[in-house]
C-alpha cells in the first residue's frame, strides 16, 4: 500500500499550489480520503475529506472558499486545490484514506508559504 504525496513546494502568500495524492496497493474507489496538515509544533489539522464516490466534501470553515479538494477513482489520486495561501499555511500536508477500520497514511508534502 502506498500514499504518495506531491506538489507542495515553496510558494508567495497569495499563490496557489495543486496538491495530488497518488494511490496504490488498494482499492482507491472505496475508501474515504482526507487531507490533513501538521505545522512544527501544532497538531495535526483536518484540512478537507471526500467520501469514495467524489461527491460529498467537507473543508472546515476556517479554509472554505480557499481549499478544494477532489478525486479521480480512474487515476487512484486524489487532490487538494489550494489557493490564496498566507504564510499560516505553512505545514506538511498529508493524505489519509479510510475504509471502516482500516486507513493508511502518506508521507507528506512540505508547502512553505514566504515571501
Known amino acids: 500500500v502506498q500514499l504518495v504525496e506531491s506538489g507542495g513546494g515553496l510558494v508567495q502568500p497569495g499563490g496557489s499550489l495543486r496538491l495530488s495524492c497518488a494511490a496504490s496497493g488498494f482499492t482507491f474507489s472505496s475508501f474515504a480520503m482526507r487531507w490533513y496538515r501538521q505545522a512544527p509544533g501544532e497538531e495535526r489539522e483536518l484540512v478537507a475529506d471526500?467520501?469514495?464516490?467524489?461527491?460529498?466534501?467537507y473543508v472546515p470553515n476556517s479554509m472554505k472558499g480557499r481549499f478544494t479538494i477532489s478525486r479521480d477513482n480512474a487515476k487512484n489520486t486524489v487532490y487538494l486545490q489550494t489557493n490564496s495561501l498566507q504564510p499560516e499555511d505553512t505545514a506538511v500536508y498529508s493524505c489519509h484514506a479510510r475504509r471502516d477500520s482500516i486507513e493508511f497514511w502518506g508521507q507528506g508534502t512540505q508547502v512553505t508559504v514566504s515571501s
Open positions: 471526500i467520501n469514495s464516490g467524489g461527491i460529498s466534501t
